[in-house]
């Protein structure tokens, strides 16, 4: 049951996506994660209200022990991440199969130009779904990460979010 605290996500979100958030959510509670944890990205948007983009899954930032926990609560796959192109993590699952795949983190960076750089949340704010409480960082905090990761669709982002933070 969600906490009467959260409040729920501001739009109808689009049925595989509402889904799959129910699940993450679920697998949160049973997976007995220990430490603060975020719903990231797309899918962090939309949760915020930014219902103009398609969501192809549900990034996870985590400590590396609760992304081992919430990947066996979700039968997901730990993958050894190759450290190359402009993401890398210590530690990253994904699950397979499913209409919406859930991506798992820890440690996660983000090169920007010839250094990598930690991406981290302070903010931490819950929205209740169905399954149970999500977190998702601030509105600010995910404009400065989607600038921060600077590609098109990214920077694209970052101004729709601050639109939405304009109304």
């Known amino acids: ?47 915020i209200g930014l219902s103009d983009w398609r969501v192809p899954d549900i990034d996870v930032l985590a400590s590396p022990g609760d992304v081992r926990r919430l990947a066996g609560a979700l039968d997901a796959r730990i993958v050894t991440d190759p450290g190359e192109g402009q993401f890398r993590s210590r530690v990253y699952a994904r699950t397979e199969g499913r209409a919406v795949p859930i991506e798992m983190m820890a440690g996660l960076e983000v090169r920007t130009g010839p250094d990598w750089r930690p991406v981290e949340f302070v903010s931490r704010l819950p929205v209740a779904v169905e399954g149970g409480p999500l977190y998702i960082p601030s509105l600010a905090e995910q404009i400065a990460t989607a600038r921060l990761f600077g590609r098109p669709k990214d920077l694209a982002r970052a101004d729709a979010l601050e639109r939405l933070s304009l109304v």
């Open 1 to 47: 049951m969600a906490s009467p605290h959260s409040p729920s996500p501001p739009l109808p979100l689009p049925e595989d996506l509402a889904a799959a958030l129910d699940e993450l959510a679920r697998a949160a509670a049973d997976a007995d994660l220990r430490h603060p944890w975020w719903v990231f990205g797309g899918a962090a948007m939309a949760l």
